[in-house]
């Protein structure tokens, strides 16, 4: 049985894991490479590194950075941040990572899908999406909208409409951050990534709230979300993904346990 | 010396890491003359079906022919399984190696497709690449086309329906998962591969 899959983030800037609610008060935490390795072995199905430096120097620290976290690790390796054209692209690939995750790029420049998904696979390309539920809206779930910038900038697309051009693009999966959910802890947004999940065929990955293991278990039904994504959870061992997905199994979720 | 073919389709990084983190030696080429030589040929490969044409256009289909008749373990892995059945409808005019019986086709409506991530496999007994491999282990997927159940399949996954997982015949073997991406229990098949 296919199972839901637990993946670990790491956000990293200039080289370093760091932890911030909505990327203020950034607080070191790590080494991503030796973080990344830990979370594999405690039973994450899949590393997402985001890079987060906002400086062009910082760019070459990421693909060492990359290099260095993918080295000892056999399962699957996202990387997002910065890739602007499919030339960034094929570095971050060539450092070691198995998809990238394409957010602002893409929707600048639409294109940037299909260049991606032509030279490396449907598979190799997530497009992320921030959203966030519009309450002027008589239904403010579908009529949600994408931002970027950290939920400060709108895009003027509509969720929804968004996601399936990025399916019809050749997106292998969406990414979906809930702004209203990010940094709160109390839970994903189920009816938004529901929403998402039936309007496309490709597996969506929700993203933004995850608090506890409850959290968790009610993304995957009522959300209908393929994977989850969990960065503040694991850092600080708060959790670890075995004692998670203990949880999950014992509540009739199919996850794989880690032997 | 493994030879790594690389066509051009996807990223062989992955495979060559896991390759290297088993002390094999492996390289990564497009010359026929050295498939030929090697003592074991990987076929990688995630993406589309007709980036295989770019084997038979480089004569790389014969340099493997070669390499199988003369008795070296051959690992197709994905794309590279699906190439080794007799072609998929994804490119009905671009020909598998037909070392396998029968077509690669697309999971039925009603998947979710691509399927994507970590599903279980059932392991027929008596498997070389698939030992020491337990009922229920998970491996790693993304694929959207599958192989059919065929007399040499060893290893089942279920997704909407029952497709090969693996297949092995003698020296010819093919996942469809992605062992270089499927934790220890992906690097227990390489490893079984390499030590062949």
Redesign the interface.
Known sequence: ?????VIACLDVRDGRVVKGVQFVDLIDAGDPATLAARH?REGA?EIVLLDITATHEGRGTLLETVRRT???L???FSVGGGIWTADDAAAV????A?KVSINSAALDRPDLIDEIGRS?????VIVAIDARRDPSASDPVSEAEVFIHGGRKFTGRKLLDWAREAERRGA??ILLTSMDSDGTRAGFDCELTACVSDAV???VIASGGAGTAAHFAEVFRRGRA??ALAASIFHFGVSDARELKRVLAKEGIPV?LP? | MIAVIDYKAGNLTSVMKALNALNAMAIVTADPEEVRRASKVILPGVGHFAATRLLREQGLSDAVRDSIERGAPFLGICVGLQWLFEGSTEAPEDKGLGMFRGMCERFPVGAKVPHVGWNSINVRPGSRLMAHVNEGEFVYYTHSYRAPVVNDTVAVTEYGEVFSGAVERGNIMGVQFHPEKSGETGMRILSNFVEL
Do not use: N, S, V, Y
């Open positions: 049985m296919l199972t839901k899959r594999a199905d993918a080295r000892e056999f399962i699957p690939f060539d450092a070691g198995d490396f696979g449907a598979q190799a292998g999966e065929q490709i597996p393929h994977a794989r032997c």
